[in-house]
């Protein structure tokens, strides 16, 4: 599976503005640009298990591919939403709990890293990652 792995954050584009677009106060947003984001993913058919280790957090995510769940921003937004395959990609589709506003993330590899790209009323961010 191409997502399986440990993958830890490597660069960041535009992370600050979609953070700030978010509603996130400068304080937090000066400590996610540093948060050393490590994810540890495995995937067993159609579940993944997603370990979050940052200086912010660590969490747990279990999902389906297709099955609304729920999930906790850092900052402690709230958000519900599912993630889809299509094609080589993963493709997530997330409602704001508190706004009623979408977020959308797309996973993919590209030359060898993980590539998240993140959109939020209009503004697109990305965070790669370099796997372990």
């Not at 984001?37 to 389906?64: C, P």
Request: aromatic share 10%.
């Amino acid at each position: 599976m191409a997502f399986d792995g440990t993958w830890k954050v490597d660069r960041s584009e535009n992370f600050d503005k979609l953070m700030e677009k978010m509603g996130i106060n400068i304080a937090k947003r000066k400590i996610a640009a540093h948060d050393n984001l490590k994810l540890t993913i495995t995937q067993e058919g159609n579940k993944f298990t997603v370990k979050e280790s940052s200086t912010l957090r660590d969490a747990e995510i279990v999902f389906e591919l297709g099955v609304t769940f729920n999930y906790s921003l850092p900052d402690g937004t709230e958000l519900s939403g599912t993630w889809k395959p299509e094609g080589n990609k993963h493709v997530g589709k997330f409602t704001r709990l508190d706004n009623g506003k979408e977020t959308n993330v797309v996973r993919e590899i590209i030359g060898g890293e993980l590539v998240q790209t993140y959109t939020y009323e209009g503004v697109e961010a990305k965070r790669i990652f370099k796997k372990q």
